[in-house]
Each structure stands twice: as C-alpha cells, then as structure tokens.
C-alpha cells in the first residue's frame, strides 16, 4: 500500500481523498452486504432460525411453584 503525506495535500487534495475514501467504503460495504445476503439465501433452504421466542419453554419445577405460592400466601397475609 503506498503512504500519503497528507501534511503535504491541500485543502482541496485532502477533500478530494476523503471524497474518494468514502466512496470506495461505501462500495465494498455495499458488495460485502451482497454477499452476506446471499450467503444467508443459500442457508435459507435448510430451514429457518428459531427465535428464542419461539423456543420451547422450560417446565416450571415443583419447587418453583411451592415458591410462588408461598410468597402468594405471604402477600395475603400481610395485606390481611
């Protein structure tokens, strides 16, 4: 890769390689998002991702229950 001396540029050079600079990032993030994107098709056809939303929720123990309805009885109690 070749260095610049940027103290070396004008105003007007330094602009015009920023200018430059931004539009090369722009068109290499533009071409890594196509690939990605097409990367995740070619996943698509094995199925899709579950959200965790979607997941199968975990059973409640006997022991998270005897909690629960301890701290009921409890909050009856103390508004009695």
Avoid: F, H, W
């Avoid at 890594?32 to 698509?44: F, H, S, T, V």
Wanted: aromatic content about 2%; proline content about 1%; charged content about 35%.
């Amino acid at each position: 890769m070749t260095t610049i001396d940027l103290d070396s540029l004008s105003i007007e050079q330094l602009a015009a390689l920023r200018d430059q600079a931004t539009d090369k990032l722009a068109e290499k993030v533009a071409a890594r998002q196509a690939e990605l994107e097409a990367e995740l098709d070619k996943l698509a056809q094995y199925g899709k991702v579950v959200k965790k939303s979607q997941a199968t929720p975990v059973a409640k123990t006997k022991k998270d229950e005897a909690a629960k309805s301890d701290n009921t009885a409890s909050d009856v109690s103390r508004a009695a």
